[in-house]
T-cell receptor
Framework: QKEVEQNSGPLSVPEGAIASLNCTYS??????FFWYRQYSGKSPELIMF????GDKEDGRFTAQLNKASQYVSLLIRDSQPSDSATYLC??????????FGKGTMLLVSP | DGGITQSPKYLFRKEGQNVTLSCEQN?????MYWYRQDPGQGLRLIYY???????QKGDIAEGYSVSREKKESFPLTVTSAQKNPTAFYLC??????????????FGPGTRLTVL
């Protein structure tokens, strides 16, 4: 059974700080990794994807991948109250399917 | 305006009834997916389809059925055999350019409640 693990949180950070969200996965053969943001009562929204080891930056977001450690993270710089949401990590599990973690709730206080 | 639509937004079902959830996309995506989300839980895959007239079971297919007669449409039927159907149902789609590199995009979801 392929597994994706995330700390459920909540992770509380003050406005302007860096939020660090972490995810580990069990399938060493996984090749693509995705971060989704989900506001309460809404559907997930794709914010980042990463395929190669290292860092990938997009605006205030940076995804980090370490395949040797089976670890992927998302950094949010200059966190805003509007970033308060649940962040879902997803890992490809073959045949175009994804396995999702349970998500980490992020709370950014003004 | 491309996207994925799901209807209805809210659905109430009596025990013993079958209900069908609609999912339509105009993104020209080949693959479509159905997920279920329970409170505090991640998304669990019910069924997926990579091509018209073909679909595969996901992790929790029991009590559900699907069809894929058109590329744009992937309806999900929740049957009376599904013992605990109250949940948030999400439809997604993606291209199938390469098997392991597919970003999935989600519709707005249908919230099903069994009375």
């Amino acid at each position: 059974q392929k597994e994706v693990e995330q700390n459920s949180g909540p992770l509380s950070v003050p406005e302007g700080a860096i939020a660090s969200l972490n995810c580990t996965y069990s399938d060493r053969g996984s090749q693509s990794f995705f971060w989704y943001r989900q506001y309460s009562g809404k559907s997930p929204e794709l914010i980042m994807f990463i395929y190669s080891n290292g860092d990938k930056e997009d605006g205030r977001f940076t995804a980090q991948l370490n395949k040797a450690s089976q670890y992927v993270s998302l950094l949010i710089r200059d966190s805003q109250p509007s970033d308060s949401a649940t962040y879902l990590c997803a890992v490809n599990s073959g045949y175009s399917t994804l396995t999702f973690g349970k998500g980490t709730m992020l709370l950014v206080s003004p | 305006d491309g996207g994925i639509t799901q209807s209805p937004k809210y659905l109430f079902r009596k025990e013993g009834q079958n209900v069908t959830l609609s999912c339509e996309q105009n993104l020209n995506h080949d693959a479509m997916y159905w997920y279920r989300q329970d409170p505090g839980q991640g998304l669990r895959l019910i069924y997926y389809s990579q091509i018209v007239n073909d679909f595969q079971k996901g992790d929790i297919a029991e009590g559900y059925s699907v069809s894929r007669e058109k590329k744009e449409s992937f309806p999900l039927t929740v049957t009376s055999a599904q013992k605990n159907p109250t949940a948030f149902y999400l439809c997604a789609s993606s291209t199938v350019l390469a098997a392991n590199y597919n970003e999935q995009f989600f519709g707005p979801g249908t919230r099903l409640t069994v009375l």
